[in-house]
């Protein structure tokens, strides 16, 4: 089992950053991929980045390229998300998720191929 625990979110004015950590504990060892999604009111959960554990190839959608950076502590187990320019439409509940399983750049964006995931923590943009 891996435990998954988000921090860092907040309310924040538009154009302003954020950085939300994810610490990971228990078998991260048997970590293949580590991503983040989001989910809005009323909106389907959506990929927004990934970062592969053994060689921290990290992977976004277009719709956040150059405003989302994905990192990752490797002393520490724990990956960060650092975004820019927030937009009110950043407005969600950020999930940290784990795979231990490899997935091809293809599944990397599924949410349905990640096993472990974190309680989520608020993100607020106001404009």
Do not use: H
């Not at 309310?11 to 950085?19: K, N």
């Not at 959608?61 to 439409?89: C, H, M, W």
């Amino acid at each position: 089992q891996v435990q998954l625990v988000e921090s860092g979110g907040g309310l924040v004015q538009a154009g302003g950053s954020l950085r939300l950590s994810c610490a990971a504990a228990g078998r991260t060892f048997s970590i293949y991929a580590m991503g983040w999604f989001r989910q809005a009111p009323g909106k389907e959960r959506e990929f927004v980045a990934a970062i592969s554990w053994r060689d921290s190839n990290t992977y976004y959608p277009d719709s956040v390229k150059g405003r989302f950076t994905i990192t990752r502590d490797n002393a520490g187990n724990t990956v960060y998300l650092q975004i820019n320019s927030l937009k009110p439409e950043d407005t969600a509940v950020y999930y940290c998720a784990a795979t231990p399983r490899p997935l091809t750049v293809g599944q990397i964006t599924d949410t349905r191929r990640y096993d472990y995931w974190g309680q989520g923590t608020q993100v607020t943009v106001s404009s």
